[in-house]
C-alpha cells in the first residue's frame, strides 16, 4: 500500500498548501408550500395534456430512463447493429433539434418569445413560473 503523503498533491514540490473558505451567514426564506406544488403539479398535468412539445419531452425522458434500466444486449449481430443504428439516429435527431434550437440564441437570461415557443423546457418553466407567482401576489 502507498500511502497518499507519498504520492498525493501534498508530495509534490509546488502542492497549494491547505486552505478552507468560510461559510457565509444567510437567513433561509420561506419556503415552496405543499398546497402550492399540488396547484402547480395540477397545472402541469393540464399543459401535459394540451402541449405537444411537453409530450414528446415526457416521452424522451421515458425512453432514456428505459434504456439505462435496461442492462442487457442482444447477441445476434443483426439485432444489435438495428439497435445501434436506432441509437445513433437517435442521438443524430436530438443534436439536429438542439441545433435549431441555438441558432441566434441571445444571450443567458434574455430569452425570446422566438426561443420560448421552441423550447418545451422553457415554455412550461415559464407557465409555471406565472403560476406561482400569481399564486404569492393574491
Given amino acids: 500500500m502507498f500511502s497518499a503523503a507519498e504520492f498525493g498533491e501534498s508530495s509534490q ?3 497549494l498548501p491547505w486552505d478552507q473558505i468560510k461559510s457565509t451567514s444567510f437567513k433561509p426564506l420561506g419556503t415552496v408550500m405543499p398546497d402550492a406544488i399540488a396547484k402547480l403539479d ?3 398535468q393540464q ?3 394540451t402541449d405537444s412539445d411537453l ?3 415526457v416521452k424522451e425522458i ?3 430512463q428505459k434504456s439505462r434500466n435496461n442492462t442487457r444486449v442482444s447477441l445476434h449481430e443483426s439485432k444489435r447493429k438495428k439497435e445501434r443504428e436506432e441509437a445513433v439516429q437517435k442521438v443524430a435527431s436530438l443534436s439536429e433539434e438542439a441545433e435549431t434550437l441555438e441558432e441566434g440564441t441571445p444571450p443567458v437570461g434574455q430569452p425570446t418569445k ?3 415557443k421552441k423550447d418545451p423546457y422553457l415554455k412550461e418553466t415559464t407557465r ?3 403560476e406561482y407567482l400569481s399564486m404569492n401576489t393574491k
Fill in 13 to 15: 514540490p509546488n502542492a
Fill in 42 to 44: 395540477k397545472r402541469y
Fill in 47 to 49: 399543459d401535459l395534456k
Fill in 55 to 57: 409530450q414528446d419531452v
Fill in 62 to 64: 421515458a425512453a432514456v
Fill in 114 to 116: 422566438e426561443k420560448v
Fill in 128 to 130: 409555471l413560473m406565472a
